[in-house]
C-alpha cells in the first residue's frame, strides 16, 4: 500500500499541464509500457491497481510518465465480465519486465485530449464531450482510449481530481 501511494504521489509530480475543459488534437510519440492485463468489471480497479504497483515496484521499474488505465473495449460494446483494460506506466524500451506484468508498445497517433475535472464517475460526460468533438472533426476513433491520472484520489477532493483522456483518432 505505501509503494502505491508513493506512486501516486510520484504521478502527481508528473502531470503534464493542459488546458482545462478544451479538446485538442495533438500527435502523441510511441511509448513502451509495462502494464498488467485486466478483465472483468472496473469495480477491481483498485485491487488490481495495488496488484499492479506493487509488482512494478518490487521489479525495480521506474515510471517514464503518467500511471494510465487502458481501455480496450467499453460497456456499451461487451458484457461486463468481457471488459479488457490494462493499468500501466510508460517504461524505457529495454525495461526488464517480468510477469505477472507484461510490456506493450504504443504507436505515435494524433489524439483527440481533454482534461476531465471531477469526480470519476462523471466521466462518461467527458467522453461524450471528446466523441462529439473527434465527429465534428471528420475523425473517428482508431484504437484504446486511455486515461492518465494526474493526481491523488486520497490526497484530493473528487471535484479536484484531473483525468487526462486521450483517444486515437483517423480521419473518416
Request: aromatic share 12%; charged share 20%.
Amino acid at each position: 500500500m505505501k509503494q502505491a501511494i508513493f506512486a501516486l504521489i510520484l504521478i502527481s509530480s508528473l502531470a503534464a499541464i493542459l488546458p482545462a475543459q478544451e479538446v485538442v488534437m495533438q500527435d502523441a510519440p510511441p511509448f513502451t509500457y509495462a502494464y498488467l492485463e485486466c478483465q472483468g468489471s472496473y469495480q477491481q480497479i483498485p485491487g488490481k491497481i495495488n496488484e499492479f504497483m506493487g509488482a512494478f515496484f518490487q521489479q525495480g521499474l521506474m515510471p517514464q510518465g503518467s500511471f494510465f488505465a487502458m481501455y480496450l473495449n467499453a460497456p456499451g460494446e461487451v458484457k461486463e465480465e468481457e471488459l479488457q483494460w490494462r493499468l500501466g506506466f510508460p517504461v524505457p524500451a529495454d525495461a526488464p519486465v517480468a510477469a505477472p506484468l507484461q510490456k506493450g508498445e504504443c504507436q505515435a497517433a494524433r489524439i483527440a485530449v481533454y482534461m476531465h475535472l471531477g469526480p470519476y464517475d462523471k466521466i462518461s460526460e467527458s467522453y461524450a464531450k471528446v466523441f462529439a468533438f473527434v465527429e465534428s472533426q471528420g475523425c473517428k476513433p482508431a484504437g484504446p482510449s486511455m486515461e492518465k491520472y494526474l493526481n491523488n484520489p486520497m490526497e484530493v477532493k473528487p471535484e479536484e481530481l484531473r483525468t487526462e483522456i486521450n483517444v486515437p483518432v483517423v480521419k473518416k
